[in-house]
């Protein structure tokens, strides 16, 4: 069955790096765009990232560009989101999911469970 499965969520100190991981199954999700999303306690889920699905084009939320890359590995059929020089702000449920539409569709079809990232100051 499709499935997408989040990992690499943990408690890192502000100005800190996490790598998060995405790794995906049951599908031909080679063939799907993978997109990152968040969402934080009490506010709506926003875009984040996505790659296309040959990795050759990455669409960022302004609130991430220069800090946050996406990547694609698909001998290991996974996705890779680094964040680094990380904040507060960036604490969330951190999901990844798959559309065959685009990059900058953010309607996507299939979901992660999620992984929390919490970062303090």
């Known amino acids: 069955q499709a499935q997408l499965v989040e990992s690499g969520g943990e408690l890192v100190q502000a100005g800190g790096s996490l790598r998060l991981s995405c790794t995906y199954s049951g599908r031909t999700f080679d063939y799907y765009h993978i997109g990152w999303f968040r969402q934080a306690p009490g506010k709506e889920r926003e875009f984040v990232a996505a790659i296309s699905w040959n990795g050759f084009s990455t669409n960022y939320a302004d609130s991430v560009k220069g800090r946050f890359a996406i990547s694609r590995d698909k001998t290991r059929s996974t996705v890779t989101l680094r964040m680094n020089t990380l904040k507060p702000e960036d604490t969330a449920v951190y999901y990844c999911?798959?559309?065959?539409?685009?990059?900058?569709?953010?309607?996507?079809?299939?979901w992660g469970q999620g992984t929390q990232v919490t970062v303090s100051s």
């Open positions: 999911a798959a559309n065959n539409r685009g990059i900058r569709d953010l309607n996507y079809d299939y």
